[in-house]
C-alpha cells in the first residue's frame, strides 16, 4: 500500500475533505453545529496564515491577532460609513494589514529570533494599548456594536444576513480553498526551497546569495494580509469588534494549534485546527469542568505524541511503506 505523501497530495486531500463538508449545512441545519463549523473554517484559515510565518521560516511572531483585529475593525468602520461590499473591505483590510506588518517589520527583523518573539509581543500590546483608547474612533472598550452585514455590493445589495449562516458557512469554505492553495504555493516549488534555507540555516542560505531579509518580510507580508482579510470576514458574522481581537489569546489559540498539528505541515495545522476549535465547543455540556479536562487534553496529547497531527501523519506513512 502507498503511503500518504503529504507534499505532494495533500491540498487534494484537504481541499476534498472540506467539499465534503460543504453538504453538512443541508444535513444538519442546526445554529450550533453552523457555528461551531464556522468558527473552524475561520481557525483553519486563521492558522495557516500564522504557520506562513512560523512555519516556513520559523519566526515565532506573537503579534498575529493585530493583523486580524485590524482586518476586524477596518470592516466595521467602513460598513457604518459607506456600507462597502465584502471584497472591498477584504482589499482594504490586507492592504493596511500589509501596511502595519511592514511598520512592525523594520525593527522586528534585525534583530534574533528570540528578540522578534519579544519586539512583535511589544508591538502587538501598543496596538491594542492605541485601540483602547482611540475611544472617539474604536469605542475602546465598549466596542463596536451592529457591525453591518456582509454584502456583494454597496449598501446592503444582495446582503448576506448574519443569521443566514449556511451563506457564511460557504463563504468562509471558498476562501479556505484560496487560502490553502496560496500556503500550498508559498511553501512548495523554488519558493519553498528558499524558505527551507532561510529555516534551517540563515549563514549558508546567506552565502549562496538569497536575501534573508527580503524573504523573512515577504513571509511576513502575506501572513499578515490573510489575517487581515479573515478579521475582515468576522466581523460581520460575530457583529461586534472589540479590543480582545488584538488580545494575546488569539495568538496564544494560534500557538496551540500549530504545535499540537505539527508547524509547517498543510495536513498539521488544518488538524489542529479542527481538533482546537471543535473539542473546546464539545465541553461546553461541562462548563463547570471545561478548562480543567481542556488542560488536561493538551497535556495528555502533548506528552503521548510530541510531534503532534504531523508526527501521526508520519506513523501511519511508516506502516503504510511496511505493508
Known sequence: MKAIKENKYSIFLIIGVLLLVSILPLLVNLPFVLHVLISTLMYIGFALSYDIVTGQIGAVSLAHASFFGLGAYVTALIGKAIGAPFWLNIIIATILSIGLAIVMSL????LSDLSFSFATLGLALTVQLVVKNWVKITRGPMCIHNVSNSSLW???ILEISRTNLIAYFYLFLMVDIVIIILYRLI????????LTAVRNDEVLASSVGINIQRYKRLTFFISAGIAGAIGSLWAPYISVVCPDYLSMDYTLNL?????IGGSGSLLGVVGGSILLTVWPELLRVTPAFRLIIYGLFLLIFVTSIPNGVKGIISNVNKRLKIN
Request: charged letters at 15%.
Open 154 to 156: 454597496f449598501n446592503g
Open 107 to 110: 525593527p522586528a527583523f534585525r
Open 187 to 194: 511553501s512548495t516549488g523554488r519558493l519553498g526551497r528558499t
Open 255 to 259: 500557538l496551540a494549534i500549530v504545535f
